[in-house]
């Protein structure tokens, strides 16, 4: 059985910053693409961060420069650093991984999700 959990969420002030964790297990993590999304109050779940199993990464324009994705294959575990945080970033962040047999992105209609984590940006 797929799970991913999440952590590092929490209330941060503007300009801060935060690490969220995604731990992952029950897949072959080594061939599954990661990624991040979130949600706010009113709004579509947005796509902000994805990694392909090789490594290549990509990102939301709207968190570019600010955010970065990692992955560690020892571990299990896939990163979002997000530094230069805004009131806007509030929002609750999910972890989503998909099996990939070849690379590329993971796919938000195909994937598992973890439960999310609550992040607040606020002073």
């Known amino acids: 059985q797929v799970q991913l959990v999440e952590s590092g969420g929490g209330l941060v002030q503007p300009g801060g910053s935060l690490r969220l964790s995604c731990a992952a297990s029950?897949?072959?993590?080594?061939?599954?693409?990661m990624g991040w999304c979130r949600q706010a109050p009113g709004k579509q779940r947005e796509l902000v961060a994805a990694i392909t199993t090789s490594g290549s990464t990509n990102y939301a324009d709207s968190v570019k420069g600010r955010f970065t994705i990692s992955r560690d294959n020892s571990k299990n575990t896939v990163y979002l650093q997000m530094n230069s945080l805004k009131p806007e970033d509030t929002a609750v962040y999910y972890c989503l991984g998909e099996y990939r047999f070849s690379e590329g992105y993971p796919r938000p209609d195909f994937g598992s999700w973890g439960q999310g984590t609550q992040v607040t940006v606020s002073s």
């Open positions: 029950g897949m072959i993590f080594r061939n599954t693409a």
